[in-house]
């Protein structure tokens, strides 16, 4: 970044001054690139709203919301929002998908006792 190529010239440039002067510019060139690096974090995360996922045969394409500072955070939100990310659920919702695709899970009051098998 120019802010690096400026902070390496500055001791050069400003050291003539006194220590005081050098320190001063160095902040002052730090603050700057604080707050560019803020705003580019904040314009990545408004730009990269577009998130794209399969469905059925096709690839559908959503906005996200840009609630949070956070692109990763953001797509999470959209994709759970869709109902792609399933965050809660129980065994018997995990027996039922199973059950859709052909795997049979025996549930537990199912299992025969093994105290009556012996």
């Known amino acids: 970044m120019a802010c690096d190529e400026v ?3 500055i001791k050069v440039k400003y ?11 160095m902040q002052m060139v730090n603050d700057i690139r604080s707050k560019s690096l803020e ?5 990545i995360v408004s730009s990269f709203r577009k998130v794209a996922y399969p469905e ?5 394409i959503v906005t996200a919301q840009s609630s ?3 692109v990763v955070e953001n797509v999470y939100s959209a994709l759970v929002g869709n109902g792609k990310i399933v965050d809660e659920f129980d065994f018997d ?3 039922d998908l199973l059950k859709d695709v052909g795997i049979n899970i025996l549930r537990p009051e199912a299992t025969p006792s093994r105290r ?3």
């Open 93 to 95: 919702w995990l027996v």
């Open 116 to 118: 009556s098998s012996q």
């Open 7 to 9: 902070l390496h010239d």
């Open 68 to 70: 949070s500072k956070s």
């Open 39 to 43: 705003d580019l974090e904040s314009q």
């Open 56 to 60: 059925n045969d096709e690839v559908r």
């Open 15 to 25: 050291g003539k001054f006194g220590e005081e002067v050098v320190k001063i510019q």
